[in-house]
């Protein structure tokens, strides 16, 4: 298993963060954690069998309407 962290922007209430999950649900992963900032920078944790990209996050999180940056 791996884990990827970043930080996702745009996010306001707990179905922004279901709709974010799917997304990364689709693309491999297994676990998502993440820490709601209402309207802020919030952190995200990602478990998955297999490494994700960043390109496959960004292209996930793009298609739940967040702006995705990694440290």
């Given at each position: 298993?791996?884990?990827?962290?970043?930080?996702?922007?745009?996010?306001?209430?707990?179905?922004?963060?279901?709709?974010?999950?799917?997304?990364?649900?689709?693309?491999?992963a297994?676990?998502?954690?993440?820490?709601?900032?209402?309207?802020?920078?919030?952190?995200?944790?990602?478990?998955?069998?297999?490494?994700?990209?960043?390109?496959?996050?960004?292209?996930?999180?793009?298609?739940?309407g967040y702006?995705?940056?990694?440290?």
């Amino acid at each position: 298993m791996t884990t990827s962290t970043f930080t996702v922007t745009g996010m306001t209430c707990g179905n922004c963060v279901a709709h974010l999950t799917e997304e990364l649900t689709e693309i491999g992963a297994t676990d998502v954690k993440v820490d709601l900032v209402t309207g802020g920078a919030s952190p995200v944790t990602v478990t998955s069998d297999a490494p994700l990209t960043e390109d496959a996050i960004t292209e996930a999180v793009d298609e739940a309407g967040y702006t995705v940056s990694f440290s």
